[in-house]
């Protein structure tokens, strides 16, 4: 039992980290190093979908976080390396979609579902506003027909 | 009965579900037919001239694979991207060799080409003298640097090229998966059959 607490406060201690894990993999200038995790964390795996390149251990993920840290070293920009990996894979490759005819929609949808819901709502608050208040005459009908009864 | 506003509105979500059913159905059909692929990615590759390689050698007293062979080509080129430690790639192999086969006539309309993707040559030509080498040219692709530059995001997957003397090879077709019959008969020979 003993054993097994301390084996979970081991797991709970291990901090959540990114799959570049071997020292090797990383490039020795901190900065640089940096950079290169901004483009990763940018760039989709193609194995794991829904990881980016930094946090995938697929073979596939490792050689192509190799490779945007070679070409950083080479000096490369980092708007370059972007345009490097979607030659190949296209734009899929990454995790946010430039704005382009295609993705339009996905990148307007807030602001358009914004303004329909505004429009919902402005049509709502009106049908739920109290009803004009009785004119002098209609009061005087009202009272009239009240006071028969 | 009257048709009410209510009743319109009740009568949406049974037209939703009948339109996704639709579209389901339209699915299931097109992935009998080899017209739909679930797995399908993003081939930007397709329609752009065959992309620039590092040369790649192949096994011992075999041919290698580099982008000039694409140039000198004279028939189109089926390029099957495999390993030997890919299970998929075990499956498609009886096609392959029934494809090769057929071409095995002089007047081949079509050339047969492997690259090796992140293999160890012992393994590779293990695996090749078990199953057979239906490949006339083979690159072995150890790092696996030439297959990203292919836009290849696993094992197998299929590629083919028209020849096209302007660029050095031009890309048709994409595929990930096994290469089967049927995606064989429903991509690949419609594009030989259009060649004069």
Same mark, same amino acid.
């Given at each position: 039992m003993r054993l097994l607490f301390a084996l979970c406060l081991l797991f709970l201690t291990i901090p959540? *980290?990114?799959?570049? =894990?071997?020292? %090797?993999?990383?490039?020795? =200038?901190?900065? +640089?190093?940096? &950079?290169?995790?901004?483009?990763?964390?940018?760039?989709?795996? +193609?194995?794991?979908?829904?990881?980016?390149?930094?946090?995938? *251990?697929?073979?596939?993920? &490792?050689? #192509?976080? /190799?490779? !945007?840290?070679?070409?950083?070293?080479?000096?490369?920009?980092? &708007? =370059?390396?972007?345009?490097?990996?979607?030659?190949?894979?296209?734009?899929?490759?990454?995790?946010?979609?430039?704005? $382009?005819?295609?993705?339009?929609?996905?990148?307007?949808?807030?602001?358009? $579902?914004?303004?329909?819901?505004?429009?919902?709502?402005?049509?709502?608050? /009106?049908?739920?506003?109290?009803?004009?208040?009785?004119?002098?005459?209609?009061? /005087?009908t009202l009272d009239s027909m009240l006071k028969k009864d | 009965m009257k048709l009410?506003?209510?009743? #319109?509105?009740?009568?949406?979500?049974?037209?939703?579900?009948?339109?996704?059913?639709?579209?389901?159905?339209?699915?299931?059909?097109?992935?009998?037919?080899?017209?739909?692929?679930?797995?399908?990615?993003?081939?930007?590759?397709?329609?752009?001239?065959?992309? =620039?390689?590092?040369?790649?050698?192949?096994?011992? %007293?075999?041919?290698?694979? $580099?982008?000039?062979?694409?140039?000198? !080509? &004279?028939?189109?080129?089926?390029?099957?991207?495999?390993?030997s430690w890919c299970l998929p790639c075990m499956e498609e192999i009886p096609f392959l060799h029934q494809l090769a086969a057929s071409l095995a006539d002089a007047t081949a309309p079509l050339a047969l080409w492997g690259l090796c993707y992140k293999d160890q040559p012992t393994s590779a030509a293990r695996w090749l003298d078990r199953a057979g080498h239906p490949f006339s040219r083979l690159g072995m692709d150890q790092d696996g640097q030439a297959a990203i530059d292919w836009g290849v995001s696993g094992v197998p997957e299929t590629f083919l090229i028209m020849p096209d003397p302007q660029v050095g090879g031009r890309i048709v077709w994409h595929g990930t998966g096994s290469l089967t019959e049927t995606a064989y008969q429903a991509h690949i020979l419609p594009h030989l059959e259009r060649r004069p």
């Open positions: 959540p *980290s990114l799959a570049v =894990d071997t020292p %090797d993999e990383m490039l020795p =200038d901190p900065a +640089l190093e940096q &950079k290169a995790q901004q483009i990763g964390q940018q760039l989709r795996c +193609l194995v794991c979908q829904n990881e980016s390149i930094e946090e995938s *251990s697929a073979p596939l993920a &490792k050689d #192509l976080r /190799h490779i !945007v840290r070679q070409q950083l070293r080479q000096g490369r920009a980092p &708007k =370059d390396i972007e345009a490097w990996m979607v030659q190949r894979y296209g734009e899929f490759i990454r995790l946010r979609p430039a704005f $382009s005819a295609m993705t339009a929609l996905l990148w307007l949808m807030p602001v358009l $579902s914004l303004m329909v819901a505004l429009l919902l709502a402005r049509r709502l608050w /009106h049908r739920s506003a109290p009803p004009a208040p009785l004119t002098a005459e209609e009061r /005087h | 009410t506003r209510r009743h #319109l509105l009740a009568a949406l979500p049974a037209l939703g579900a009948a339109g996704l059913g639709a579209g389901f159905i339209r699915m299931l059909h097109g992935l009998d037919q080899g017209h739909f692929d679930p797995r399908a990615i993003n081939t930007p590759l397709t329609g752009q001239p065959v992309p =620039d390689f590092p040369t790649l050698p192949s096994l011992p %007293d075999r041919p290698g694979l $580099s982008r000039g062979d694409f140039q000198t !080509v &004279k028939q189109p080129v089926l390029l099957s991207i495999w390993a």
